[in-house]
């Protein structure tokens, strides 16, 4: 798979069929019931182009499109150097060039028609022109006991620290109620009220805040910060730089205390999270429209007042779980949902992103919250508190700059374009569909689909979303036209907005063969990702079970795999022991059995929250890090030999072992028992033993510097065999004993759960059959 490694680090693309299968309309189609032709994108990936050493390319001049389809200027362009006319691919139209490029030559080539340079950069601002400071609109829960506030006032506090001194800021706080701070105002803490019961519009938003007690108020039109009826001074009331309210801003952070209002004990706190962020969005949609905005929102509790409300305020009531969810019994579910659905417009047309920062040992409604955040591109953090390494160690990640900065851009619009017979059902991933109807679009939906361009508010350097398009059939297998014409192109174009103010356009254009499906499997195989092909599954069995109600994950999954193995295995009938399959295609069977076993397929013991914030985190990650959320890496340390991978098998447990295991959420430092038994003795604190300080070091080591890049920060557990945490650890291993017959490892994992073995075993019959 190092070829696929190599592709994406040139383009930023893995595909799972990177030799495309097409089907006549006689027969079926081999990814009819199987893997579809899809891409998993990174738009703003750190590149490096397969010759050079140096960053994807940056032209400083706007982009050559076609004059029909809007293309851009590619290496699979065909130039006419004689005539000065250059062929579009994808729908064959002939363009001129301008007069700036009338010196080309076959030895005098523009940069984006270099072979290599499938992925070039353009900046698209033609003047230079100052940097808009970052806005960060604080939205804090005081609901909280005394401790989690001071934890959450520390962390605050840091996070400002780190913010740049032109950075404009706010903050909201509510809990019944809804507080709006006028930083501005330096003689004493000055603050807005709003009830938490009811929606607020943003005029009332605006008359309440007095927006217009020195100006007129507009008679027609938007309102649409300080261009749009809006003077500069009323706007730097609520949001100013932090360089000019940093003492009001800590005075006001230290002043806050815990909800007043008294709750019985048999109720929960009245927090109205849903209006909060409502006049947060009206509040940034009336000052900074179009802006790089982000509302970060601290919640430590559940939504119990107002709309988006997910639970009533009796303790008698429990907050929805999947089963409620699934019989049509939570009747807070879906208005909450219809609610945040609105919000996610809103903040879509803003052009502004929502970033949520859970931390609570109970639910407090990402579910419900998990539209707005994905459509704008935001971010989720999740933690059981607010003092926990998670939320410190993200919340930081996020103004950290240097060498692990997550490389935050904003305002992005991407767009696609493809050959003729080929029609795009939608994106998987953080976006928002923009409704660009058009010849492209595909009748089936998958995701954000009928469109082929889509509002990305928000995005990071490890931003990926998955692509997923539809094949035309062919009447007939038309051999000559394949030998002539057997190439797809595709084009991916991102506008966004740069963290240094520039305005930029990424292109990435790509080409991959076709061939038809039945009669070429071998060439097929060749071009299988198996690692993207996986990822691919896992996307979309989290969009089915989330959009049909029916919906079996298991059997989907099975059946894909058995359909495929079928085709592509060399197996005699009846025989499971002749069955193999190429080395392209084996380690599938592997990826499915654990995806099978993870929290995207498996409800169960997870709750609604935890669920989406997993299948959050999966639809906006590439495929390396994809791959280990759904089959973890397992590391050993020992003695005997250097830091080596094993097989994620509880077999792999020894008593003189260390092992690293990293589900990508959770880091986990597993003792075996003769280690801990040294821990505990007290033998690394002395001075002959120094060897075994090394060996209880290199994994910490390796966990920090897993920690250091990964965000949001995964949690690390630290157990000892046969300690009651080491279950985070037997979870993930393949019980490939069955807890009858104890093995040198001297643990068995008691399960429902079949062993790797046996599922490749009732795989192989069933496919053989």
Known sequence: MAEFGELEAQDGVRMPWNIIPVATNKEESIIDSEIPVSAIYTPLKPLRSSSSTDHSLLLPYSPLRCRTCRSVLNPYSVVDFSACIWGCPFCFNRNPFPTSYSSIADNNLPPELFPHCTTVEYLCDSYSSPSPPPVYLFVVDTCLISEELDFLKSSLFQALDLLPDTSIVGLITFDSLVRVYELGFPHCTKSYFFHGNKDCTKDQLLDQLSFFAKNPKPSSGVIAGARDGLSSEDIARFLLPASDCQFTLHSVLEELESNPWPV??????????????????????????????????????????????????????????????????????????????GLAKQLVHQGHILDVFASSVDQVGIAELKVAVEQTGGFVVLAESFGHSVFRDSLRRVFQSGENDLGFSSCGI????????????????????????????????????????????????????????????????????????????FQFLT???????????????????????????QELSNGFDQEAAAVVMARLISFKMETQPEFNPQRWADKALINLCSRFGDYQKSNPSSFSLSSQLSILPQFVFHLRRSQFVQVFNNSPDETAYFRMILNRENVSNSIVMIQPSLVSFSFHSPPEPILLDVASIAADRILLLDSYFTLVIFHGTTIAQWRKAGYHNQPEHQAFVHLLQLPRDYANTIISERFPAPRLVICDQYGSQARFLLAKLNPSSDGNAPFSGGSNVFTDDVSLSVFLDHLTRLIVQ
């Open 495 to 521: 506008y966004y907005q740069h963290s240094n103010g520039q305005t930029r356009l990424r292109v990435t254009t790509l080409s991959r063969r076709w061939v038809m499906g039945t009669e070429s499997l």
């Open 414 to 489: 991407f767009e696609i374009n493809c050959s003729k017979d080929i029609k795009v059902q939608g994106i998987i991933g953080p976006c928002a569909s923009l409704e660009k109807k058009g010849q492209l679009c595909s009748d089936t939906i998958i995701g954000q689909g009928h469109t082929s361009a889509w509002k990305m508010c928000g995005l990071d350097k490890n931003t990926s979303i998955c692509l997923v398009f539809e094949i035309a059939k062919r009447d007939t297998p038309d051999v000559v036209l394949q030998s002539q014409s057997n190439q797809y192109f």
């Open 264 to 341: 019985a004990a048999d109720h929960r706190p009245a927090r109205c999270t849903g209006v909060a962020l409502r006049i947060a969005a009206g509040l940034l949609g009336a000052c900074f429209p179009g802006s790089a905005a982000r509302i970060m929102a601290f919640i430590g509790g559940p939504s119990t007042e107002g709309p988006g409300a997910i639970v009533s305020r009796e303790l008698s009531e429990p907050i929805r779980s999947h089963k409620d969810i699934d019989k049509d019994s939570a009747p807070y579910y879906y208005k909450a949902v219809e609610f945040y659905e």
